[in-house]
Nanobody, 123 residues
């Protein structure tokens, strides 16, 4: 069992930056690939980024490539999402998720989810 708690969301102007953190409970964090997803009002939850268990492999949605960076610190049981050059269309609730299989953009493969953190980008 893994419990995930996101933090770092907030209100920012377009062009600004935020760093999201996701702290995981337990001693097996390095056994999980991690992902970030987001859900805007009235829309389905969509993939943002994923990172392998070791942190070597990362993958991004085209909409955030070059602006967002995912990273993890297995010693601190934490995964991060650095978001730069934010746009109003990035406004959403951001969720982190854990997957014991492998890094993937498929939300169906993720076993554990956090409660989400709101990111609002004003124009």
């Amino acid at each position: 069992q893994v419990q995930l708690v996101e933090s770092g969301g907030g209100l920012v102007q377009a062009g600004g930056s935020l760093r999201l953190s996701c702290a995981a409970s337990g001693r097996t964090f390095s056994s999980y690939a991690m992902g970030w997803f987001r859900q805007a009002p009235g829309k389905e939850r969509e993939f943002v980024s994923t990172i392998s268990k070791s942190g070597i492999t990362t993958y991004y949605a085209d909409s955030v490539k070059g602006r967002f960076t995912i990273a993890r610190d297995n010693a601190l049981n934490t995964v991060y999402l650095q978001m730069n050059s934010l746009k109003p269309e990035d406004t959403a609730v951001y969720y982190c998720a854990a997957n014991k299989r492998s890094w993937s953009p498929d939300k169906q493969l993720y076993d554990y989810w956090g409660q989400g953190t709101q990111v609002t980008v004003s124009s």
